[in-house]
């Protein structure tokens, strides 16, 4: 077997779930061809010897159709339809292996998802016959573009479960001694993340009432960080140094007003942290159960991610701490070894 995948941005809990993959199946040979690395989220990878990788940019249609014939696949993984020349590849292929169409888009309704659904079965359809998403709001619009329900298999994405599980099982008895009493914010430093409402609101909770809390935030963007005496930055974290911090902090907060999923969320989880989630993070329904291991608000609510705060911050260190330990049960429900299950299936699945 030989698996091609064709991607754009490659994630840390990708390689993760192919290194699984590869333990799982040495038999089968992967073909990656990826995005160059953004220069917001340098990560430093370490690719399994077993995995051939070729550079996007050193391959234009033509030299990507030919490599493709090259390497003769037994199915192809494309990570979206945004890059035209990967599309290109699928097309050729598609009536001949499984040809799988990896998106996180959740059905909003839109007026540009409308459009991509009514002509689904000219463009997408024919460079695709099945589709993996992370979850049912993601199933619900591979649906409606016209995938078989048979066709469609759910969580794609995973974190690297047992490298976060295995931290929080190294820090449990500090954290259950003592909690910190630390927000921490993992993500791109966007408008759209709700990094503005999140600085916003703790700055407004903390001079309604004195508390010992802080917010860290770990992360980059085109957003200046927030200046406050109880909030740090920390810029760009490789993810070896980003247990440190997880080590110090308590409960993770993701504000965003867009986030079809969101892996950090499942990261965290799998670290034993109790969840302070807005509504649009698509994670949120794996992973979050209200009242139980976390608390859910209305993305760019600032009264609301207030209320949130004051809600965990109202409880015992034992209560939180208990919250966290449901967050790392919920976290194995998705695992690199589902992924690499689901993977296997397809790879194995007729095409008609």
């Given amino acids: 077997m030989k698996l091609l995948i064709l991607y ?3 994630a840390r809990y990708t390689l993760a779930c192919l290194s699984e993959f590869i333990a799982q199946h040495p038999e089968v040979e992967v073909h990656l061809v990826r995005w160059p690395v953004n220069d917001e989220a340098p990560f430093d990878f370490s690719f399994d010897k077993k995995i051939k990788v070729y550079e996007r940019n050193k391959f234009n249609s033509k030299q990507l159709i030919e490599l493709a014939d090259e390497i003769q696949p037994s199915a192809i993984l494309c990570s979206g339809w945004i890059d035209k020349e990967y599309l290109n590849v699928c097309k050729k292929w598609k009536a001949k292996i499984p040809v799988i169409l990896v998106m996180d888009n959740k059905w909003l309704g839109t007026f540009k998802q409308q459009i991509a659904r009514l002509v689904s079965s000219f463009s997408i359809l024919r460079r695709f016959n099945f589709a993996w998403v992370p979850g049912e709001a ?4 591979a649906l409606r ?8 298999r759910t969580g794609f994405y995973s974190a690297d479960v047992s490298f976060f599980h295995k931290n929080y099982l ?12 630390r927000f921490i914010f993992a993500g791109r430093y966007y408008d759209f993340k709700g990094v503005n409402e999140l ?5 407004q909770w903390k001079s309604q009432k004195e508390n010992d809390w802080e917010l860290w935030c770990v992360g980059t963007g085109d957003i200046t960080p927030f200046e406050h005496p109880s909030i740090k930055h920390f810029g760009f974290v490789q993810p ?10 308590g409960v993770f907060i993701l504000p965003s007003r867009v986030e079809p999923w969101g892996v950090a969320v499942h990261e965290f989880a799998a670290a034993g942290f109790p969840l302070l989630l807005s509504e649009q993070v698509g994670a949120s329904s794996q992973f979050l159960k209200d009242g139980q291991n976390g608390f859910s608000f209305q993305g760019g609510d ?4 207030i209320t949130a705060m004051k809600s965990i911050a109202a409880l015992s260190d034992d209560k939180i701490f208990r919250m966290g330990k449901i967050s790392s049960e919920q ?15 397809l790879i194995q699945s007729k095409v008609s």
């Fill in 145 to 152: 573009l016209g995938f078989p329900e048979k066709n469609i």
């Fill in 138 to 141: 993601q199933k619900k619009y």
């Fill in 170 to 181: 190294a820090i449990a008895d500090s954290k259950m001694k003592k909690m910190p009493h």
């Fill in 8 to 10: 754009t941005e490659i």
């Fill in 199 to 203: 600085w916003k609101a703790f700055a």
């Fill in 240 to 249: 070896e140094k980003m247990t440190e911090i997880m080590n110090e902090t």
């Fill in 302 to 305: 600032v009264d609301g991610i």
């Fill in 331 to 345: 976290a194995q429900t998705i695992t690199p070894q589902t992924w690499s299950a689901t993977l296997f299936d």
